[in-house]
């Protein structure tokens, strides 16, 4: 194992028996399980006579508590939230619910300013960036993900500057290559790209010492993050530069949910989809790069400096599936990452981050995903039961282990975690260089976007463009802006603004260092 000179750990000894603890709840100054029935308590002590007989009482006292129990579990359902009720663990999980911390849950106190600020401080109070991550040696990355290393070469095409090479392919010409392509049975609107490429197979095949073989061909960079940052509008304008292809769409997400068989994260596992499904949707860009092989018998590229980008916003984040697959884990956190397997079979790609003040990408992302019952009140509410998991799990683990914690993201009803973004920069850069990494900003991008993309061309080695065509590509209107029914919510509340901003301060203070700007603490407004 490899040495990196940082590792996050908390003050404090974790306890053994963490992943058994249920969530509780805080009802009147009493811990409980959220199986046992709520009691409810008057305001002032009443005489059976005075509420009209025993009888009558037991009755309206069932109905009420039959009620309560009622909204409690449809207050979960009719959200909308991916995780449906907190007393069941998600399909995803580590082994038990978390614990709310030692600020428990209280339901009197959900609004309560003072109350979320003192969970605030505790958080605050055990977080440390110190130690080492230990990178995975090539050889148990290569044993976890054997047949994914079996297809794709550890040399490419030379003079290409994309990653491609050729692979023999002994199936039959008239057959179906993508007849059983997994993103095609599970989306219909993926048909119609594969019954292009169908038609279009058996002339890019190159034939070569008796053989048929086909180009194949990986990223040369991704887009990988965050959501809610600006990456559609990033993979827009690209889309647009003649020296740029992509996959058949933006967002595969084959490194972080299809290679596992995660479709929908309240669906449980499918069949995982090898590698080949993944490759199936860079052919046509694949194709493009080959040409015409009618007027090149040598099989070359014919447009050997076209590069293909892919754009899932989940790369940079998304490691929920680790424990399932990677689960020999002493301390909590993932003994593999997605960088590790990327690093290992394209140690040159390159990668482009678009971040964005972290408090409002978490209102941004509330406000896109969210399905029903949404406004400013309802996210406070979010806020502060995800702060108080968050705390709990600070109490056991370490940052890592808590920020790849498949059952606390799950149980939070906003994703917290997707905003501490140097927890993730950090774990890229223990495997790729920083030269290789471009972190851009939203607030700069929507400010002045002829100087981001002038940042990306560069960046990405791309050529020369005509007036016409850059106009084209930076004057284009935003992609993805916020929806007028959401835009109607108006801010989030003030109170909810300043906890977040205290939350997400030490995190925005390490990325600041990390990255040698201060305008990643997002301390004014652009």
């Known amino acids: 194992m490899t040495r990196v000179d940082y590792k996050y750990t908390l003050l404090g000894s974790p306890p053994d028996d963490y992943c058994q603890r249920p969530l509780l709840l805080q009802v009147d100054e009493a811990l409980v399980n959220l199986f046992t029935i709520l009691e409810v308590k008057r ?93 995975p040696e090539r050889t148990a990355l290569v044993q976890s993900e054997q047949h994914m290393f079996s297809v794709i070469p550890g040399k490419f095409l030379p003079d290409v500057r994309n990653p491609c090479w050729y692979e023999e392919y002994a199936g039959n010409v008239t057959s179906d290559p993508y007849g059983e392509n997994l993103y095609a049975h599970y989306a219909r ?43 559609t509008d990033l993979y827009n304008r690209l889309l647009l530069h003649p020296d740029v292809k992509f996959t058949t769409f933006k967002e595969p997400h084959w490194w972080t949910r299809k290679r596992f068989g995660i479709i929908r994260s309240n669906e449980g596992f499918h ?53 399932y697959f990677y689960g020999n884990s002493t301390n909590g956190e993932p003994p593999f990452l997605i960088q590790d397997f990327v690093h290992a079979v394209q140690p040159d790609a390159r990668f482009i981050v678009m971040l964005r003040d972290p408090v409002e990408r978490l209102y941004s992302d509330y406000l896109y995903f969210g399905i029903s019952n949404k406004s400013v009140e309802d996210f406070h509410e979010k806020v502060s039961e995800s702060l108080q998991l968050f705390d709990g799990c600070l109490s056991d683990y370490t940052i890592r282990s808590c920020v790849y914690n498949d059952t606390l993201n799950d149980a939070m009803p906003v994703r917290l975690q997707v905003g501490l973004y140097v927890v993730y920069m950090l774990d890229w850069l223990s495997v790729f260089s920083r030269e290789q990494i471009l972190v851009l900003r939203l607030e700069d991008h929507a400010s002045n976007r002829q100087y981001t993309m002038h940042q990306i061309f560069q960046f990405l080695d791309l050529g020369p463009l005509t007036k016409q065509m850059e106009s084209m590509i930076t004057r284009s209107p935003a992609s993805n802006t916020r929806r007028p029914a959401d835009k109607n919510l108006g801010p989030m509340l003030a109170n909810t603004k300043d906890v977040l901003r205290q939350f997400y301060m030490p995190f925005n203070q390490k990325l600041a260092k990390v990255l040698h700007s201060d305008l990643f603490l997002w301390d004014s407004k652009p």
Request: hydrophobic fraction near 40%; proline fraction near 6%.
């Open 271 to 323: 069949s995982r989809y090898p590698v080949e499904d993944y490759l199936d949707l860079l052919d046509e860009a694949a194709y493009f790069i080959q040409g015409n092989l009618t007027a090149n018998d040598s099989g070359a590229p014919e447009r050997p400096n076209v590069i293909i980008g892919e754009a899932s916003a989940s790369t940079m984040w998304d490691n929920n599936a680790w424990v």
């Open 43 to 135: 305001e002032r002590p009443r005489t059976w006579r005075a509420l009209g007989g025993a009888p009558k009482v037991r009755f309206y006292g069932l109905l009420f508590g039959v009620a309560v129990m009622f909204l409690v579990m449809a207050s979960y359902v009719l959200t909308g939230d991916k995780k449906g009720l907190l007393l069941t663990p998600s399909p995803y999980h580590i082994g038990g619910l978390v614990s709310p911390g030692p600020f428990a849950f209280n339901v009197s106190a959900v609004k309560d300013y003072a109350h979320m600020q003192l969970v605030v401080k505790s958080i605050e109070s055990k977080v440390v960036f110190t130690g080492w991550r230990q990178i």
């Open 189 to 231: 609107r993926f048909l119609t790209v594969f019954t292009h490429l169908r038609r279009t197979f058996e002339k890019h095949l190159f034939s070569h010492g008796g053989k048929l073989y086909r180009i194949r061909c990986l990223p040369y960079f991704y887009i990988i993050g965050q959501p809610k940052c600006g990456t």
